[in-house]
């Protein structure tokens, strides 16, 4: 069983310290003090690999499962709709799957399969990720 102390444990876990501190009052991580501290300071009882998720993380990526990958690369909807693989909170120009980049996302909803990025697609194929088949319209 491995013990942090808070701030070992929020650069592991990564959240902020305030955030293991709240964890540890609401129960959701445990802690006790270390008997060797002068001053008794805490140690966070860490959770086994996968045991244990910030539940802003979670949300975030329950958000973000929700969320089609498939994006316009500009505002006039033209060209070719691109797959975003990661929609995170910094993310704010997008990089999609074929190197391609844009400074926005512009919702892809109704678009065809002829209108994706072939690159885009053999990548997602390939690495076996989510098409989202029932957004689409059949061209």
């Known amino acids: 069983m491995e013990k942090l102390t808070i701030q070992d444990a929020s650069r592991k876990l990564n959240i902020s310290q305030r955030d293991v501190r709240e964890y540890i009052r609401s129960g959701d991580l445990k802690a006790e003090r270390d008997p060797n501290s002068e001053?008794?300071?805490?140690?966070?009882?860490?959770?086994?690999?996968?045991?244990?998720?910030?539940?802003?993380?979670?949300?975030?990526?329950e958000l973000d499962a929700s969320i089609t990958r498939?994006?316009?690369?500009?505002?006039?909807?033209?060209?070719?709709?691109?797959?975003?693989?990661?929609?995170?909170i910094e993310n704010v120009?997008?990089?999609?799957?074929?190197?391609?980049?844009?400074?926005?996302?512009?919702?892809?909803?109704?678009?065809?399969?002829?209108?994706?990025?072939?690159?885009?697609?053999?990548q997602a194929t390939e690495k076996g990720l989510p098409l989202f088949e029932d957004e689409i319209k059949k061209g």
């Open 39 to 61: 001053h008794g300071r805490w140690l966070v009882i860490m959770p086994s690999e996968g045991e244990w998720q910030d539940k802003f993380k979670a949300y975030l990526d």
């Open 70 to 88: 498939w994006w316009w690369a500009n505002e006039h909807r033209q060209g070719y709709v691109h797959y975003l693989e990661n929609t995170g």
């Open 93 to 122: 120009e997008p990089n999609y799957l074929c190197g391609h980049r844009s400074e926005n996302l512009w919702s892809s909803a109704g678009h065809t399969i002829e209108q994706r990025c072939m690159e885009c697609l053999m």
